[in-house]
């Protein structure tokens, strides 16, 4: 593989990691906040029809896709 391609895979990568991280991170937080502090704003702002499809919060599909993504380029570094 050439070096700009191994340069573009690792910023792809580390740019994944960090969207999963913070997929990660918001998609706790959801659950810790409808549990201990049902009153507070930010329940209002994960509970709001905005931040949910088919009552399935939309972080939970960011997840999905940074989850993916980073599956994908790991699988396209190690095969070739």
């Known amino acids: 593989m ?3 391609a191994i ?3 690792i910023a792809l990568g580390g ?6 991280q913070g997929a990660l991170s918001l ?3 959801h ?3 409808r549990e201990h502090h049902p009153f507070s704003a930010c ?8 931040a949910q499809i088919a ?15 980073l ?8 095969t070739d």
């Open 2 to 4: 050439h070096d700009s």
């Open 7 to 9: 340069f573009s895979l």
């Open 15 to 20: 740019a994944a990691l960090f969207g999963l």
């Open 27 to 29: 998609a706790v937080r």
């Open 31 to 33: 659950h810790q906040v």
């Open 43 to 50: 329940n209002k702002v994960a509970l709001a029809k905005e």
């Open 55 to 69: 009552k399935i919060p939309v972080v939970y599909g960011a997840v999905i896709f940074y989850g993916l993504v």
């Open 71 to 78: 599956a994908q380029l790991l699988r396209v570094f190690f």
